[in-house]
């Protein structure tokens, strides 16, 4: 009888989720992953190692059956080159000392617990875990992984990682013994040979944020563009409609693209905010540059699904609230021929300019103006 269904797993998607209340919302699959903020911001992926250097190992916070030194001496007996493994163990793990005493051709350091997962993950070049919620953070790091089956409720987590090409499955460490096959699947997680195009993006950390829109009953929600969004802009940027009545019509090339959003989306003088749908994706875009003056010049645009629903006008006051206080004033420059963006301005309270001509319109939202809506 739930209003919203939550199953964050990466083979929710696949399942059935049936509610007896009307137009209730399924939350399916790790788009809505629940990661703390401190996930938000994850370095964008380096260079892949080939082969990896540096391993972390996290594997629970109890790890009562040392599982956790049963992957050391599979690390032990794999045919690769000593590495820089850093042992993460829970404040409840009796293993503590004799993991310590251990004897490694490795370079072994046994940490932990940890309170910088962050940090963790950029230290290494690849993460050996269970498959536990731990996943959803390496994934938002898009490490190479391998995951260790410790629990019943992780053996459906470790075949959809693995179905997806998303970590090498190494099963339960009961198994081990019995086969050779786990020593070599550790040997190939190390070799760590990647070939063609880049992992899609699967946990972008704004999958609580999915969720609260939800419970909240929002529309839509803002937030930051990153460097992921790069192919994005680059889709809304080249759309027809837009380029037709941007000031500048012609395709950009990928190339141009991306290296103007790399440097606008590190930048302190530009805003990029990104329009979403909880559960339909994004809904568009609002761009916010800072002029030599100290006004903002500004551009937006919907996606080409969303045209035609009225959301132009609320996404734009949305991301119009988060620069009250932060600007000498807001200029817009829109084509006389485009009356639809143009009543979108005033309706937001910008006013003509004196310096229009006849093909573009300049308009100015004063600062007075800012004054947060939805304190």
Not at 58 to 71: E, I, M, R, S
Not at 181 to 197: L, P
Not at 327 to 348: C, D, F, H, V, Y
Request: charged share 20%; glycine share 6%.
């Amino acid at each position: 009888h739930a209003d919203a269904i939550l199953n964050h797993n990466l083979y929710a998607p696949e399942r059935t989720f049936i509610s007896s209340v009307p137009d209730s919302a399924i939350l399916a699959g790790p788009r809505y992953a629940l990661l703390r903020k401190e996930f938000l911001n994850a370095p964008s992926p380096s260079t892949p190692v080939s082969p990896l250097r540096k391993i972390l190992i996290t594997l629970g916070g109890v790890d009562q059956d040392n599982a956790t030194g049963q992957v050391l001496d599979l690390l032990e007996a794999a045919a690769t080159p000593p590495l820089d493994i850093r042992v993460l163990i829970g404040a409840g793990n009796p293993h503590r000392e004799s993991l310590r005493q251990r004897n490694s051709r490795h370079r072994l350091e046994i940490a932990g617990p940890s309170d910088d997962m962050p940090g963790e993950l950029a230290w290494s070049d690849g993460i050996i875990s269970a498959g536990g919620g731990t996943c959803f953070e390496w994934l938002r790091y898009q490490l190479p992984a391998a995951v260790v089956t410790i629990a019943e409720n992780q053996e459906p987590v470790a075949k959809a990682l693995g179905q997806q090409g998303l970590a090498i499955c190494l099963g339960w460490p009961r198994d081990w013994a019995a086969s050779d096959t786990a020593v070599t699947e550790v040997e190939r997680f190390i070799d760590n040979k990647v070939s063609g195009e880049p992992k899609p993006v699967i946990v972008d950390g704004q999958g609580a944020s999915r969720a609260a829109a939800v419970v909240l009953d929002l529309p839509f929600f803002l937030r930051k563009a990153t460097p992921d969004d790069a192919r994005l802009y680059f889709e809304w940027t080249n759309d027809p409609e837009t380029r037709a009545n941007s000031l500048s019509s012609a395709e950009i090339p990928w190339e141009n693209h991306l290296r103007w959003f790399s440097n606008r989306v590190n930048s302190e003088n530009t805003l990029l905010f990104v329009c979403e749908d909880p559960l339909h994706g994004p809904i568009g875009q609002v761009r916010f540059e800072k002029m030599e003056d100290g006004r903002h010049l500004l551009s937006y645009s919907l996606d080409h699904r969303f045209r035609g629903q009225k959301l132009s006008l609320p996404m734009l006051t949305a991301a119009l609230d988060r620069l009250a206080g932060a600007t000498t004033g807001i200029l817009a420059k829109a084509k006389t021929s485009n009356p639809a963006s143009l009543k979108t301005l005033r309706q937001a309270g910008f006013h003509d300019l004196p310096s229009s001509t006849e093909d573009v319109a300049e308009l100015l939202l004063v600062p007075a103006a800012l004054a947060p809506r939805n304190l």
